[in-house]
T-cell receptor, first 113, second 116 residues
Framework: GNSVTQMEGPVTLSEEAFLTINCTYT??????LFWYVQYPGEGLQLLLK?????DKGSNKGFEATYRKETTSFHLEKGSVQVSDSAVYFC????????????FGRGTSLIVHP | GAVVSQHPSRVICKSGTSVKIECRSL??????MFWYRQFPKQSLMLMAT?????????EQGVEKDKFLINHASLTLSTLTVTSAHPEDSSFYIC????????????FGPGTRLTVL
């Protein structure tokens, strides 16, 4: 079956530090990959996505590259801000399927001033 | 972006009672709504998919008689937890999308259910 594995958090960083949140997946077929973000008290929001190997998704300074050879989709940001503090979810769904995503457990990011 | 609301955001109830959670799409018509359950430090688990005007499709292991889902209109879906027990305590999240061939879902803020 399909699964998504994320690094456990919380990840605690100082402002302007470099961020990496690891995500690996297993899937049958050719998945599309997503990162969602959940700010405190809010719903999940789509942060970025990539639909095929070697694609790079980017948004708000975050980026992630679809690596088929390592089955990974690590989230990176060069300089985090306090406002980036949230829970980040990696997810996949199979192309041509029902578009229902399989989520990772989520990784909490805490950024200190 | 599109907005999805949930009500209530937090509810505490006694064991044996029923609780209804509403999910509304505020600025678009949602042909499909999804209900998820999230345990602490765990991923979102899809409970069921509901299409407007038809019966919900439940995931394996989810009791349809316990978790009643109604999607009576294009902007409203409800989840009723019947005869709630402490093990039903969880964070319930809905999402909505329009169209069958889109991967974009819009999520509600979630409802924290605590059953005493």
């Amino acid at each position: 079956g399909n699964s998504v594995t994320q690094m456990e958090g919380p990840v605690t960083l100082s402002e302007e530090a470099f961020l990496t949140i690891n995500c690996t997946y297993t899937a049958t077929g050719y998945p599309s990959l997503f990162w969602y973000v959940q700010y405190p008290g809010e719903g999940l929001q789509l942060l970025l996505k990539a639909t095929k190997a070697d694609d790079k998704g980017s948004n708000k300074g975050f980026e992630a590259t679809y690596r088929k050879e390592t089955t990974s989709f690590h989230l990176e940001k060069g300089s985090v801000q306090v406002s980036d503090s949230a829970v980040y979810f990696c997810a996949l769904h199979l192309s041509g399927g029902s578009y229902i995503p399989t989520f990772g457990r989520g990784t909490s990011l805490i950024v200190h001033p | 972006g599109a907005v999805v609301s949930q009500h209530p955001s937090r509810v505490i109830c006694k064991s044996g009672t029923s609780v209804k959670i509403e999910c509304r799409s505020l600025d678009f018509q949602a042909t499909t709504m999804f209900w998820y359950r999230q345990f602490p430090k765990q991923s979102l688990m899809l409970m069921a998919t509901s299409n407007e005007g038809s019966k919900a499709t439940y995931e394996q292991g989810v009791e349809k008689d316990k978790f009643l889902i109604n999607h009576a209109s294009l902007t409203l879906s409800t989840l009723t937890v019947t005869s709630a027990h402490p093990e039903d305590s969880s964070f319930y999240i809905c999402s909505a999308r329009w169209g069958a061939s889109t991967d974009t879902q819009y999520f509600g803020p979630g409802t924290r259910l605590t059953v005493l």
